[in-house]
């Protein structure tokens, strides 16, 4: 079975500062990979997703990610944070194996102070 | 508005209590999932309906059990509460299956949080 693995738990920056938060997986064949976002008090939103073509995927406020096949990797970006992006983030990866199943990680909290 | 609806929001139960959390879509989905959320653990997977009349285990379904209702409804049930079910559970749903990419994803409900005491 699959795996997401997000390392940065928690992270603290100041506004303006760029942001990358890591996400790896364990599968070796076809992924389907997303990123969701959760503000305080809220449900799950999708920022991105990626399935094929171009690995570097824009999504909703100004958020970006880029799929590395050969690091399994699909890690999220931003070049200049803003307070309202305090929230938690969590990767998510759908195996071709695995039907509409998704495999979230363990989620990163990110707190942006103003 | 068009989505996922989850009830209650709130619950506090005591130890060996049951409850059932209440979830519709009216989106006309055909698959519903049941996670829950814990700090550090991102989301875990507890049943899923991939459609209706269908359901089946995920990662943690140990101390639970669902019915898909309808094609709208899937509850989750808990018949013996403990402590250690005190979570945040989302439910979701999803019409597309993965190789219709280009419509693919989950859409969730706002949550129900739990405390089983």
């Known amino acids: 079975a699959q795996s997401v693995s997000q390392h940065n738990h928690h992270v603290i920056l100041s506004e303006a500062a760029s942001l990358e938060l890591g996400c790896n997986y364990s599968y070796g064949g076809t992924v389907n990979l997303f990123w969701y976002v959760q503000y305080p008090g809220q449900h799950l939103q999708l920022l991105l997703k990626?399935?094929?073509?171009?690995?570097l995927v824009k999504g909703i406020k100004g958020f970006e990610a880029e799929f590395i096949k050969s690091k399994f990797s699909f890690n999220l970006r931003k070049p200049s944070v803003q307070w309202s992006d305090t929230a938690e983030y969590f990767c998510?990866?759908?195996?071709?194996?695995?039907?509409?199943?998704?495999?979230f990680g363990g989620g990163t909290r990110l707190m942006v102070k103003p | 508005n068009a989505g996922v609806t989850q009830t209650p929001k709130f619950q506090v139960l005591k130890t060996g209590q049951s409850m059932t959390l209440q979830c519709a879509q009216d989106?006309?989905?055909?698959?519903m999932y049941w996670y829950r959320q814990d700090p550090g653990m991102g989301l875990r997977l507890i049943y899923y309906s991939a459609s209706e009349g269908t359901t089946d285990k995920g990662e943690v379904p140990n101390g639970y059990n669902v019915s898909r209702l309808n094609k709208r409804e899937f509850s989750l049930r808990l018949e013996s509460a403990a402590p250690s079910q005190t979570s945040v559970y989302f439910c979701?749903?999803?019409?597309?299956?993965?190789?219709?990419?280009?419509?693919?994803?989950?859409?969730f409900g706002s949550g129900t949080r739990l405390t089983v005491v």
């Open positions: 979701a749903s999803s019409e597309a299956t993965s190789w219709d990419r280009s419509n693919y994803g989950y859409t």
């Open positions: 989106m006309n989905h055909n698959s």
């Open positions: 998510a990866v759908n195996a071709n194996n695995a039907g509409n199943m998704l495999t």
């Open positions: 990626y399935f094929s073509g171009d690995p």
